[in-house]
């Protein structure tokens, strides 16, 4: 793994800026808290990118020097180029670690990546309550049996993704919905981890234990150092 991975925050970032409440609880944008969580958690090499920068925020260039990216998304995904999803589809083929936060669930980045709707039921205004079911995982280190977030956005089954690799996270919501809310997957050479709180009205992205939970997944989603795989026709070997 990585010691000291290379880390760039996407934002839709149009909330924030248009809507009262989320101004409110995310002044510098979901991004910037994000960011801030990172860089308290020791991740010294964080950068920020939005929609509305030219190539949505993530040229190349950018790319190539990430080594796991973080995602959000919500009213706009429809927006990012068909060039930029392709080239994070690549990327996260090639190694790089994909992180999916919350409504990022239907962003054309994950739907690409998971080839299903990635569609689910929702609910605003409840009690959520993540419980640890993968009490060995990484990502799970540091925390105890669940997180319990007072008031978050719901997310219910049935949640149109392929079964994770591994589930860490299970969520119960107050009016009794679960939700697999803690997806860890692989494809190609990259890791992906889908977490779901951090609604845009909703202050959860400054919780001790989610930014915990983000801090311990980028470390698990970066690349780990290996051979490359050899594919295509070959001569035998001696």
């Keep these: 793994m990585t010691d000291t991975p290379r880390v760039t925050v996407w934002n839709e ?19 910037g808290a994000l960011a801030d969580a990172l860089r308290e958690g020791g991740v010294a090499q964080v950068g920020t990118a939005t929609l509305d920068e030219p190539h949505n ?4 260039e950018v790319l190539e020097a990430t080594d796991v990216l973080l995602w959000w998304g919500h009213i ?26 919350h409504s990022g669930h239907f962003s054309r980045v994950f739907k690409s990546l998971m080839g299903t709707t990635c569609d689910l039921k929702w609910r605003h205004g409840d009690r959520e309550r993540l419980w640890v079911v993968a009490p060995g995982h990484p990502i799970a280190e540091g925390l105890g049996e669940y997180i319990d977030l007072g008031e978050e956005e719901m997310y219910g089954e049935h949640f149109d993704v392929p079964p994770p ?51 311990n997944a980028v470390r698990w989603a970066a690349p780990s150092p290996g051979p490359e795989p050899t594919r295509g026709n070959t001569e035998p070997l001696e």
């Design 57 to 60: 925020g993530l040229p190349d």
């Design 76 to 101: 706009a995904h429809d927006e990012v180029a068909d060039e930029v999803v392709e080239r994070v589809h690549r990327r996260v083929l090639g190694g790089m670690g994909l992180v999916v936060l």
């Design 13 to 31: 970032y149009r909330h924030e800026q248009n809507e009262r409440r989320p101004a409110e609880v995310y002044p510098a944008g979901i991004h």
């Design 165 to 215: 690799d591994e589930l860490v996270f299970v969520s119960w919501f107050g009016g009794g919905e679960v939700f697999r809310s803690g997806l860890c997957y692989r494809r190609g050479r990259g890791r992906i981890f889908y977490f779901r709180p951090g609604h845009e009205e909703n202050p959860s992205y400054y919780d001790p234990d989610v930014r915990r939970v983000i801090n």
